[in-house]
């Protein structure tokens, strides 16, 4: 019987929607919007280290807002509001700032020190992005999350090759659509030299996306991946598995994409990454 037939399949908590914030705490993995912990409501195998088994989710932190109807009156009050009193985080999720709010965060001395940056649905587009790119107010930020802001391929690129992106260790792009081009353009920059984390989640990426990230020298700190609803068959999770690159990997998710469980199974015993402790399949 496969090993995926054996494990402890992923627990399902009832009615705890991710209406609340995802924290952007290093190695945290928070359930995507509109779905359970355990990636929704389909179990799901998990491979975990040293034969042990294993079981996704994590903690969930962040501030939770509640749903606004809009931005708010008084945009620079609010991120005074939203950012700690030591200045380093501002978390702005679901404020819906938009492109004036960004370009009012990006003009506030205030923000100068800031290193953890939550903008999670701010309707910010490749627009917003732009802003955020070219600012040097963020060029301490080590954490970043973007999080459902209808962000394209050119906006990761946009992050991919801004002089004040260096610093990055934890990206959160979930829910975008940035595809296997926005892939391509973080698996050639510099800015990901740093990275620990990256959360590329329901981002329209195949194989294509899944080869760029596996043959890249620049995803060698990467020690979480997570790629939760996407396209990826069995021969991207192969190149992922046998990356001579993501030799700090250890932790691979590859939830609702399009992999042959069959396969799965062989390709889980014979993976070949030096620091995988749990991979977490459909």
Do not use: C
């Not at 910010?124 to 209808?150: I, M, Q, R």
């Not at 595809?179 to 973080?186: E, M």
């Not at 195949?206 to 596996?214: E, K, N, Q, T, V």
């Amino acid at each position: 019987m496969p090993i995926y037939k054996r494990m402890i399949q992923g627990v399902l908590v009832l009615g705890w929607l991710v209406w609340s914030l995802p924290a952007m705490g290093a190695g945290e993995h928070s359930p995507h919007e509109g779905e359970k912990m355990g990636h929704g409501s389909k179990k799901h195998g998990s491979y975990g280290g040293a034969g042990k088994k294993g079981h996704g989710g994590g903690k969930h932190g962040g501030h939770g807002y509640g749903r606004p109807k809009g931005p708010p009156a008084d945009i620079p009050a609010h991120i005074r509001e939203r950012l700690d009193p030591d200045g380093t985080k501002v978390n702005l999720n679901r404020s819906l700032i938009g492109v004036k709010g960004i370009k009012i965060l990006a003009d506030m001395p205030e923000l100068k020190n800031v290193k953890s940056l939550a903008l999670q649905g701010n309707k910010l587009g490749d627009e917003g992005v732009k802003v955020l790119a070219e600012s040097e107010t963020f060029k301490h930020t080590e954490n970043l999350s973007l999080w459902g802001n209808e962000i394209s391929a050119q906006g990761a690129r946009m992050i991919a090759e801004s002089p004040n992106m260096k610093n990055l260790k934890e990206l959160k792009l979930t829910r975008n659509r940035i595809g296997d081009d926005g892939i391509v353009a973080l698996a050639e920059s510099e800015n990901s030299n740093a990275l620990t984390f990256m959360d590329l989640s329901a981002n329209e990426i195949s194989d294509r996306g899944a080869l760029a990230i596996a043959n890249s020298p620049r995803f060698s700190n990467l020690k979480t991946l997570d790629l939760y609803n996407n396209r990826i068959s069995t021969e991207g999770m192969k190149a992922l598995l046998q990356s001579k690159n993501l030799k700090s990997l250890e932790k691979l998710i590859l939830v609702r994409n399009e992999i042959d469980l069959e396969k799965a199974d062989e390709l889980a015993k014979n993976q070949s990454l030096p620091s995988l402790k749990r991979l977490e399949l459909n």
